[in-house]
C-alpha cells in the first residue's frame, strides 16, 4: 500500500522568502511523486512531477522539487515566495503499474505574510 | 475553454435525497475519476473509469455509482445521501498513468 505524509499543515512565510514544504511517502512499489496546489474554492491544478531521470525537478510558478529515494522524500521548494502562491498544496504518489490512482498527503496550507 | 468540467458547483439538499453530479472532460483522455475532498481537506480516490470500464472502485457505499455513457462524461449518482456525505467532489481526468491528473472545480455537496 501507498501512504503520502506531509509533516506540516500550515507553513506561515514571509513574503519574498523562501519556503519548503516537506513530502515523505512509503510504498513497496516504485512511484511517481507529484504536488498539486489548491486554489481558494477551485480544484487542483498540477504545479510539477517526477518520473524518472534527474532527481531535480522544476514546476511552474518557480516551483522546484527534489526527490531523494533513500530518505522517501519530494520536498517542495521556492527560493522567493509571492502572495499569490498563498494556497494549499498536496503531495501525492501513483504506482509505476496498474490503475493511474493517486495517493494524496493530507496538504500543507501556505500563508505568504505582506 | 474548460477542460474539466463540473456541474453543479454547488448542491444543497436534505438527508434521504438522491442527486447526481456530471462532470465531462475535452481533452480526449481515456481515464476519468472522482475523488472526495473531506473538511479537514483530505483528497481520497472512489472511482475510476478506463474506456467506460470500472477499474478502481474503492471501499466506497454503494450509495455511491459512477456512470460512464461516453469515453468525455462520468457522472456520479449518490442514493439516500446521508449527512457524511457532505464534502467536496472532484472530477479528474488523465491520457494515461504517465500524464498527470486535470482536475475539476469541484462541487461542494451539503447535506442538511
Known amino acids: 500500500a501507498q501512504s503520502v505524509t506531509q509533516l506540516d499543515s500550515q507553513v506561515p512565510v514571509f513574503e519574498e522568502a523562501p519556503v519548503e514544504l516537506r513530502c515523505n511517502y512509503s510504498?513497496?512499489?516504485?512511484?511517481?511523486l507529484f504536488w498539486y496546489v489548491q486554489y481558494p474554492n477551485q480544484g487542483l491544478q498540477l504545479l510539477l512531477k517526477?518520473?524518472?531521470?534527474?532527481?531535480l525537478v522544476k514546476g511552474i510558478n518557480g516551483f522546484e522539487a527534489e526527490f531523494n529515494k533513500s530518505q522517501t522524500s519530494f520536498h517542495l521548494r521556492k527560493p522567493s515566495v509571492h502572495i499569490s502562491d498563498t494556497a494549499e498544496y498536496f503531495c501525492a504518489v501513483s504506482v509505476r503499474s496498474g490503475a493511474n490512482n493517486l495517493f494524496f498527503g493530507t496538504g500543507t496550507r501556505l500563508t505568504v505574510i505582506p | 475553454d474548460t477542460a474539466v468540467s463540473q456541474t453543479p458547483k454547488y448542491l444543497v439538499t436534505q438527508m434521504g435525497n438522491d442527486k447526481s453530479i456530471k462532470c465531462e472532460q475535452n481533452l480526449g483522455h481515456d481515464t476519468m475519476y472522482w475523488y472526495k475532498q473531506d473538511s479537514k481537506k483530505f483528497l481520497k480516490i472512489m472511482f475510476s473509469y478506463n474506456n467506460k470500464e470500472l477499474i478502481i472502485n474503492e471501499t466506497v457505499p454503494n450509495r455511491f455509482s459512477p456512470k460512464s455513457p461516453d469515453k468525455a462524461h462520468l457522472n456520479l449518482h449518490i442514493n439516500s445521501l446521508e449527512l457524511g456525505d457532505s464534502a467536496v467532489y472532484f472530477c479528474?481526468?488523465?491520457?494515461?498513468?504517465?500524464?498527470?491528473?486535470?482536475f475539476g472545480d469541484g462541487t461542494r455537496l451539503s447535506i442538511l
Open positions: 517526477y518520473l524518472s531521470g534527474s532527481t
Open positions: 479528474a481526468s488523465s491520457q494515461d498513468i504517465l500524464q498527470p491528473q486535470h
Open positions: 510504498s513497496s512499489v516504485s512511484v511517481y
